[in-house]
């Protein structure tokens, strides 16, 4: 049974951090390429980061580029989501995605909130 598990958002204020993780099982965690999609209340999900199964290249949405950064461990199964000088615009349920060749996976997300 396929399982992505999200975890780490919070309530955090402006200028600050978070890190998210999202752990992985019943797929080859290593031949999968690895996304994080957000969706703000109102508002269509959008995509926000990706890590190549290696971990070699990554690619970011303009909106956070310098600020949040994607990496993977495959050892562990994990993919993280470090996200730095958060803004109230970043309020969001955040999603872990996997691209296992033709197959796309999702968890069930966590809650970022961004406010003083």
């Known amino acids: 049974q396929v399982q992505l598990v999200e975890s780490g958002g919070d309530l955090v204020q402006p200028g600050g951090s978070l890190r998210l993780s999202c752990a992985a099982s019943?797929?080859?965690?290593?031949?999968?390429?690895m996304n994080w999609y957000r969706q703000a209340p109102g508002k269509e999900r959008e995509w926000v980061a990706h890590?190549?199964?290696?971990?070699?290249?990554?690619n970011y949405a303009d909106s956070v580029k310098g600020r949040f950064t994607i990496s993977r461990d495959n050892a562990k199964k994990s993919v993280y989501l470090q996200m730095n000088s958060l803004k109230p615009e970043d309020t969001a349920v955040y999603f872990c995605?996997?691209?296992?060749?033709?197959?796309?996976?999702w968890g069930q997300g966590t809650q970022v909130t961004v406010s003083s």
């Open positions: 995605n996997a691209v296992a060749g033709l197959v796309g996976y």
């Open positions: 019943g797929f080859t965690f290593v031949s999968a390429a």
């Open positions: 890590i190549t199964s290696t971990g070699r290249s990554t």
